[in-house]
DNA sequence: CTTTCCGATGATAGCGCTAACATGCCATCC
DNA sequence: GGATGGCATGTTAGCGCTATCATCGGAAAG
């Protein structure tokens, strides 16, 4: 039943002998009584040597079986892969990878998991690396980019061959360490004159002045906010009002919440707003479960929108188009973007060259029914 | 400035010589003239010895000053601290993994990073990994739970410390294989007699026997659901249905969507029941994120909840109190799951026992405004 | 003053794997 | 028929780190 091995070359298989000092070694008595001394250290778990035992081949074998079938012949795989399967061997990347330098480990670090926004990004990511064989670890760096540096060292300190960041401002040392590592970098929802290594964003700058075209446009006069403290929806904020003084306008009032932003802090946002006293005939959102709450306290307070009162948001999440009313809001591909830094990564890793180093995926002003 | 140490035991300081063989070597002509032949395989890297040269330390000190500085004396270890500084070393945990058997990762497998359910258990998770000096590695095993067999052989060849997992339902190849791992294991969001090792959940039966009662206790009587196709859905849905019949009622229709679940799917669900011509009096939905599109198309229709219509939901995302109406659905503490898992993992791996080693956290009924 | 012990540090030998080169076999070529 | 080359496989030597035990100097004990 078990293919058994031709003693290859008419040599003896002898393996695993890594005991004795690398120069002349007397055998032991009887040759074949190669008892592997089970070192005080020896782990217990069944190694790439012990699939080859048992198949008879050499372990480089077994590894090449693994990972570069290719260079085998059929037999010779089949009878290691029967190996495989008798003893459970499950292959040790640590060893693999301090062997090679190739983790087949891919490192993104985003925010938090508590906004869609990025979920969404990093899931066809996911599926993107782990289709090719890669597997993708999750830092969270939580929003206030402080101790983004540690949590990178943690992360370099198993030494992924690439990297996908969320957002372009990176302290000195970060990029430093980035740069050391000299892996492939991805930087992703957001643009930079000076990319660490490849791009793929959009420019929050135009969102906000395009918002402020388009509710503009609409007729509304009476702007206000709810806004994330995170770095980008602040861009977007700032643009937004530059945008609207450029037409004469003003934003008469903006809230700020801390993020990740909840339904929550959007109805207690707009309570806010209008316990300040104002009236705005829009308010625009910093993302969308921002507008939903503003949607909720809106019409728990009897204001219909938008006739009274218009809301937009930002992201188009899956829920934007079936809320009632649906919500308007900025329409960005962010499973795209994490394809696009998934394709990229891919390109690099396998010495294929990336043509577009950096780009932008834009986005879209989505309208619906709530402004 | 810089703290030069002691040739210490009189012995010239002496290391990084690892490639003559390791018997009589004959020393490079000038002694000190310790070249550092370039292997054809160095990585270039900052390495440990590269430290402990600058710090005028052995090796192993280094390691010492990283992992248990309470044996090192403080003038060596900020000596070393220096030289890590200097050198912007960053430690290879794939060399420290192997040599230990410790690799300071631990891995959690969920469904999809989609379901906020989720999300929530394993935020706190990662919060109180990440404070004892532990990363966690996500591993998405999408919802068919075909592969995850696969997803967890990738994983425990990076030889995680411990591993979290979500269910409790497994194929016996991947309780074999977590058994052969020999690593702790936390099983999460369900009951089971038969736990692989520990275990926190609640009862998904009891949730849909006490929905029954409470809605029936409000006096609703025509009942109809939305529902998931994932496994635990699936278990409240028939324990309601058969809590229902105990009363002798029973639920008029039942739609059921794919996971992850999304707003839209509990708007189409809802016009789905109504298009088949029933007028449920209360739709229990297996998650709030369907209650809310359920609710969003009842109101769409003119429908008012809970009067018309009455809404139940599932989980108390943090979005539930804040929809309008507001959400009466189940709460769950998913952040303590969480949490219990961590600090039993962690209880474990310290070598401290844990004396509970099943722990359901039960859940509530929480009574809002749409049921 | 010697012995004992302890605390800080070092030398050695792997952890399990793969890069790089070596080897043997066979088919092909002149 | 020997040289040539290509292919499948094997041997050797690390990858960078830590477990383990050895060693050393000095404090405590006798």
Same mark, same amino acid.
């Given at each position: 039943m078990v293919c058994r091995r031709r003693p290859l070359h008419g040599k003896p298989f002898r393996n695993m002998a890594r005991s004795s000092s690398s120069g002349s070694d007397k055998p032991a /008595?009887?040759?074949?009584?190669?008892?592997?001394?089970?070192? $005080?250290?020896?782990?217990g778990s069944v190694t790439l040597g012990d699939v080859a035992k048992l198949a008879g081949v050499s372990p480089i074998t077994v590894s090449r079986v693994l990972n570069r079938p290719e260079m085998v012949t059929a037999d010779t795989i089949e009878a290691v892969r029967r190996a495989i399967a008798e003893t459970g061997y499950v292959p040790n990347l640590l060893a693999g990878g301090l062997a090679s /330098?190739?983790?087949k480990l891919i490192a993104a670090i985003i925010? $938090?998991?508590?906004?869609a926004m990025f979920i969404d990004t990093i899931q066809p990511l996911n599926d993107c690396l782990s289709a090719a064989g890669y597997q993708l670890m999750l830092g969270l760096s939580g929003f206030p980019e402080l101790c983004e540096e540690d949590l990178l060292k943690a992360i370099l300190s198993r030494r992924p061959d690439a990297i996908v960041l969320t957002?372009?401002?990176?302290s000195a040392e970060t990029r430093q360490c980035l740069l050391a590592a000299k892996i492939p970098v991805v930087e992703t929802w957001d643009l930079t004159?000076?990319?660490?290594?490849m791009l793929v964003g959009f420019s929050h700058e135009k969102v906000g002045a395009e918002v402020a075209n388009y509710l503009f446009g609409k007729g509304y006069r009476r702007f206000a906010q709810v806004c994330a403290e995170d770095e980008r929806a602040q861009i977007r904020r700032r643009s937004f009002e530059a945008a609207l003084r450029d037409k004469g306008q003003s934003c008469l009032s903006t809230v700020c919440v801390p993020t990740p932003t909840t339904v929550r802090m959007g109805r207690e946002g707009l309570a806010q707003l209008l316990a300040e006293g104002h009236r705005p005939e829009v308010v625009f959102c910093s993302s969308d479960v921002l507008a939903h709450g503003v949607l909720a306290e809106a019409q728990s307070r009897g204001l219909?929108?938008?006739?009274?009162m218009a809301v937009m948001g930002f992201a188009d999440l899956d829920f934007a188009a079936y809320t009632f009313p649906s919500l308007s809001t900025v329409h960005v591909d962010r499973a795209a973007m994490g394809r696009h830094a998934g394709e990229v990564l891919l390109a690099r890793l396998s010495g294929r060259p990336v043509d577009k180093k950096m780009v932008d995926i834009g986005f879209s002003i989505v309208a619906r029914a709530s402004a």
């Open positions: /008595s009887g040759d074949t009584g190669d008892v592997r001394r089970a070192s $005080t250290r020896s782990t /330098s190739r983790t925010p $938090t998991l508590g906004n957002g372009v401002n990176h004159a000076t990319p660490i290594d219909r929108v938008p006739d009274d």
